[in-house]
């Protein structure tokens, strides 16, 4: 495990096989640095300029979810059952997701932000 608030994962890690990106930004090419010769870089943020990865003797993969009807319903019975428990952060109304956007955003936070429409 790697504190990310004191110390930075490029100075802990090295020759990594596969580094899965959530963040994208400044964490993104900060770990090009860590791979090895012939690693992947896996991100689900935006498409990887393949000019950087061959730069890096490294092979770059954007990974999107399409979510189907059926995949949303087997999910959905999954939360009923209790075999998948969302972490819910906090709830807010719809009228205050701004609130919920700006309090995401100023800290880091273990769980999701879900708007109440009704």
């Not at 890690?13 to 770990?31: K, P, Q, Y």
């Not at 896996?42 to 990865?53: D, F, G, N, R």
């Not at 087997?74 to 701004?98: K, Q, W």
């Amino acid at each position: 495990m790697i504190d990310y608030t004191a110390e930075r994962f490029e100075d802990k890690v090295r020759d990594a096989d596969l580094v899965l990106d959530l963040i994208g930004g400044e964490t993104l090419d900060r770990s090009w640095g860590i791979l090895r010769p012939g690693g992947v870089l896996v991100t689900t943020v935006a498409p990887i300029s393949q000019e950087k990865a061959s730069a890096h003797a490294a092979k770059g993969i954007f990974f999107i979810v399409k979510p189907s009807r059926s995949a949303l319903i087997e999910l959905g019975r999954l939360i009923d059952t209790g075999h998948v428990r969302p972490n819910v952060e906090s709830v807010f109304p719809l009228e205050r997701a701004r609130e919920a956007f700006e309090s995401g955003l100023s800290r880091h936070v273990h769980g999701k932000f879900v708007l109440r429409v009704i």
